[in-house]
């Protein structure tokens, strides 16, 4: 399958932790990659690799895969970090990249 | 500092072309390979197309394979998407992204994107 399939909305209560899934079958082959984007601005990178964080992302995002499905786990969710959450990786065939539908996490 | 530039973007008729362009600045555009990803109103994002630093290796979504081009010129810094036979369905907002080296897929630069419009 080439899809990445995504919880629509996730909501979580300030300061708690929060998962947000992301599941298919390239997952098995190839890592996901997490990008954050708020209303109006272009998506950022949060999460890459194993587990790997850009620089100026705050320590609080982790990445995790088991089988067909990658997390992104908010541990302390902040007020700014309510957004849409898109995770990403190259579709079975290595030669095309396929994003998931999006979450849009909101912080209450 | 590391930025990318889009422009390019406007109202086109069904079935016209529109050239997008990304000016890169702040890194070594030549040893990057680039991306362009696109978002529909209101809609998800959703990858475009791959070319390799040197050109050599390009992809494209099943979406718009035979009727989009991409192409760079390293000289110029610069990321071209030639987009031909535009439908209502290319309309989107057009985002540039660098591939993060190292062997890692993601895309971790973005640029702000350019607008597209394809409507009669």
């Known amino acids: 399958s080439s899809e990445l399939t995504q919880d629509p909305a996730v909501s979580v209560a300030l300061g708690q932790t929060v998962r947000i899934t992301c599941q298919g079958d390239s997952l098995r082959s190839y890592y996901a990659s997490w990008y954050q984007q708020k209303p109006g601005q272009a998506p950022v990178l949060v999460i890459y690799?194993?587990?790997n964080r850009p620089s100026g992302i705050p320590d609080r995002f982790s990445g995790s895969t088991s089988g067909n499905t990658a997390s992104l786990t908010i541990t302390g969710a902040q007020a700014e970090d309510e957004a849409d959450y898109y995770c990403?990786?190259?579709?079975?065939?290595?030669?095309?990249?396929?994003f998931g539908g999006g979450t849009k996490l909101t912080v209450l | 500092e590391v930025q990318l530039v889009e422009s390019g973007g406007g109202l086109v008729q069904p079935g016209g072309s529109l050239r997008l362009s990304c000016a890169a600045s702040g890194f070594t555009f030549s040893t990057y390979s680039m991306n362009w990803v696109r978002q529909a109103p209101g809609k998800g994002l959703e990858w475009v197309s791959y070319i390799s630093s040197s050109s050599s290796t390009i992809f494209f979504a099943d979406s718009v394979k035979g009727r989009f081009t991409i192409s760079r010129d390293n000289a110029k810094n610069s990321l071209y998407l030639q987009m031909n036979s535009l439908r209502d369905e290319d309309t989107a907002v057009y985002y540039c992204a660098r591939d993060k080296t190292g062997g890692v897929d993601a895309f971790d630069i973005w640029g702000q994107g350019t607008m597209v419009t394809v409507s009669s």
């Open positions: 690799g194993k587990n």
């Open positions: 990403n990786s190259r579709d079975s065939s290595g030669n095309h990249w396929v």
